[in-house]
């Protein structure tokens, strides 16, 4: 089968590899319909060392159930399902809990072990757990929109649940990309006052507005701290999401923050070090980590179906799987917010 594998920084090339097939008795085989590439696939482009075996990509994907396993009771041939980032048993104390990203029988996919979601088709483990049946055909207009609660829109929902977004507060996001997109629309959903988004890119910030964030801030470092106060009657915000990852817009985030409010950080750190500024003396809360996807497909999923967010306007590119190379370098470019991937 073809499949998307990255040898390299700015390497990755759709190869032939071994068919996905059936292992364990709890595994489900998927022919995978659509998929994403994700900013977080950015990172690797950017910086993977050179590799003769490579690595497999996609963790944003939705297809149909071909063969399950003899365990499997839940998921049955032929359903439609959309595939988390993360994969889980669905059963162990910390899937019970909710935190799925941490299951003990889980992990991610992709890299040299496991199939990716960038390639027609994916064993996937532990499947009851895992997958989630969507109650639409393949060629639904909603698809866009549902392939989002696998990552972006679950990871958007998830900063801000870390912020402690709820009615009438004041809210920032940091990075306006598909997760600080889904941020916006998040904290809209959850009853957000007032929504300023921290980002430079005039798609990026159209699209922000569509989705309600009410004030824009383009400046960056201590100009665009100094702009947050003045917008927030030199308080700063109750709720940050932190939607990049890097050293400085950490140091932002944590800057913004008024005392007492809480910053839900969803970028993949690049630093290791986490800035103490005012932190320590405004009592400010430092949440987030990986969103358990899994556990808000369910809550999420109504929305969606019933047109209240439209998470899927995030993807301004589409391609075929050959194309996914082109999807990588014009996201990589800033001239694509978000690549989807049809089959
Ligand atoms: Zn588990």
Redesign the pocket.
């Known amino acids: 089968m073809r499949a998307t594998v990255m040898f390299g920084a700015g390497d990755v090339r759709i190869e032939n590899v071994p068919d996905a097939r059936l292992i364990e008795p709890t595994d489900a085989l998927l022919v995978v319909t659509h998929a994403a590439i994700c900013g977080s696939d950015l990172w690797p482009y950017k910086g993977m060392p050179p590799s003769e075996e490579g690595r497999r990509m996609g963790h944003e994907f939705i297809g149909l159930v071909e063969a399950v396993g003899a365990e499997v009771r839940k998921i049955k041939v032929g359903d439609l399902v959309a595939a988390p980032f993360a994969w889980?048993?669905?059963?162990?104390?910390?899937?019970?809990e909710g935190l799925?990203t941490?299951?003990?029988?889980?992990g991610f996919w992709g890299g040299t072990e496991l199939d990716g979601g960038q390639g027609e088709a994916v064993r996937v483990p532990?499947a009851d757990?895992t997958l989630f049946k969507l109650p639409v055909g393949r060629d639904d207009a909603l698809m866009p929109s549902l392939l989002t609660l696998t990552d972006v829109m679950a990871t958007g929902h998830h900063a801000a649940l870390s912020a402690r977004v709820g009615p009438g507060k004041s809210v920032a996001v940091v990075g306006g990309g598909a997760v600080g997109l889904c941020g916006v629309i998040a904290a809209k959903r959850l009853g957000a006052g007032q929504i300023i988004l921290l980002d430079r890119h005039a798609d990026r910030i159209a699209l922000a507005k569509e989705f309600g964030a009410t004030d824009i801030v383009s400046e960056r470092g201590e100009e665009a701290v100094a702009r947050v106060r003045e917008l927030t009657k030199g308080l700063g915000v109750q709720s940050v999401l932190e939607c990049v990852g890097y050293a400085e817009s950490m140091l932002t985030a944590l800057s913004i923050a008024r005392p007492g409010g809480a910053v839900g950080r969803v970028g993949v750190p690049q630093a290791e070090v986490m800035p103490a500024i005012n932190s320590f003396f405004g009592n400010i809360t430092i949440a987030g980590g990986p969103a358990p996807a899994r556990a808000y497909i369910e809550p999420l999923l109504p929305d969606v179906l019933e047109g209240r967010i439209q998470p899927g306007r995030v993807f301004d590119w589409t391609g075929s799987l050959e194309g996914v190379p082109d999807g990588y370098r014009a996201m990589n470019e800033r001239k694509a917010i978000k690549a989807l991937v049809k089959f």
Not at 88 to 96: M, V
């Open positions: 889980s048993d669905g059963t162990c104390i910390y899937c019970q799925q941490s299951c003990l029988h889980g532990q757990g």
